[in-house]
Nanobody
Framework: QVQLAASGGGLVEAGESLRLSCPVS????????MGWYRQAPGKQRVKVAS???????NYADSVKGRFTISRDVANNTMYLLMNSLKPEDTAVYYC????????????WGQGTQVTVSS
């Protein structure tokens, strides 16, 4: 099955930035809202950002003002720009549909690890 593969994670210091990428076909962009999710050790996976088919974005309070979700339809890629990273942003980050149901239910990839040191 095709899975959505997030990439771009790494180890950074607090205050630094990272940009995550997720290849998504244009047909998916035009039909579904998409989101970025994260799962910290010992916690449930939560949505941190989403973007609708019309490009309307929404953010969890914990990342609002620091993270920016975007999509490049021409290059079939969704991004998550993460600025001013904090140690509490440490998690495995995933991309998937919003909501991650139906066709998206089994599309969780391995995610990409983001580790922020203090």
């Amino acid at each position: 099955q095709v899975q959505l593969a997030a990439s771009g994670g790494g180890l950074v210091e607090a205050g630094e930035s990272l940009r995550l990428s997720c290849p998504v076909s244009g047909s998916i962009f035009s039909r579904y809202s998409m989101g970025w999710y994260r799962q910290a050790p010992g916690k449930q996976r939560v949505k941190v950002a989403s973007i609708t088919t019309r490009g309307i974005t929404n953010y969890a309070d914990s990342v609002k003002g620091r993270f920016t979700i975007s999509r490049d339809v021409a290059n079939n890629t969704m991004y998550l720009l993460m600025n001013s990273l904090k140690p509490e942003d440490t998690a495995v980050y995933y991309c998937n549909g919003d909501p991650p149901s139906g066709w998206f239910r089994d599309r969780w990839g391995q995610g990409t690890q983001v580790t922020v040191s203090s």
